[in-house]
């Protein structure tokens, strides 16, 4: 098994950008989960000085959340560019970024198609004042590791671009009570049966994820199919449910953090579990030949 070492200094220079930014990604989200658990909406420690725990508290409201999906997005990435060539990666992540950017400028001004909703100022600069620029790169983010999952299946490639849609999916049944419900990165003014979310968020991504995904394959080649056996998009598929799990958590929204949660993980173990279920099918005997 490789060490932490050898993951940071060997492969080529795009492969130890993508663990360099994984890294910076677990280590963030960790201290973002810290940070929730013990600043956000708690008062001073004993012994600390009050402005100094002010500072530190303003700048990690204001920048870390837009940090965290740039590190994270840098990893997938430099991810995809190793497998598939510098510039094809480059390219698949901006055909994806601007795919994605258009729908949600288009749902943030017209409620078209996830529902209406508006985002807060947590999360960085926002494009056109409607939406923070890093959430199209969270959808790249997320589709890289879905669609390297999802290449685990080893179906053909219709059956692919729906199953990194469910991945996708899963993703957002935990993600959406924790960004909206637990702490409002956005909010949602229609409502729904799950902590206010309408059902067309959820339609929109299933129909949303294998056209972006399609988008990718066409762009970034028949490279691709390397990311089946690549152990980066699952690492980031997991740290990306990190942060929103221990929001749900935190903030006592236990059937999200088990739903969500539990879909995460079933997405995640099912290529095995049907590895597993296809090495343990006993051989088909051999025809006799007619006598």
Known sequence: MPTLRSLLTGGSTLRRCAVWCALAYAVFTLMSIGAFHFMVGKPVPDGFDAGAWARGYAFGMKYFGALIIYVGFGAAMFGLADVVGLRRGV????????????????GARTGIPFGDHGYGGQLGWMVMGLV????????????????????RFRRGPAATLVLTALGLFAWDVLMEPAMS???????????????????????????????????????????????ADDALPPLVYVMTGLLPLALALEYGLW?????????????????????????????AAPSRPAP
Do not use: C, H, K, Q
């Open 91 to 106: 390219l698949g992540a901006a055909v994806v970024v601007a795919l994605t950017l258009a729908v949600e400028l288009l």
């Open 181 to 227: 419900a637990a702490y409002p990165f956005w909010m949602w003014r229609s409502t729904g049966v799950y902590y206010g979310m309408p059902l067309a968020n959820w339609l929109s991504w299933l129909v949303i994820g294998p056209v972006i995904a399609l988008a990718l394959r066409r762009v970034a080649g028949p490279g691709l199919e390397r990311l």
């Open 255 to 283: 059937p999200a953090a088990a739903i969500g949660g539990g879909a995460m993980l079933l997405y995640l173990v099912a290529p095995r579990i049907g590895d597993a279920m296809r090495s343990a099918r006993p051989a």
């Open 132 to 151: 923070p620029f890093v959430i199209p790169l969270s959808w790249f983010l997320m589709l890289y590791a879905s669609l390297g999952i999802a290449l």
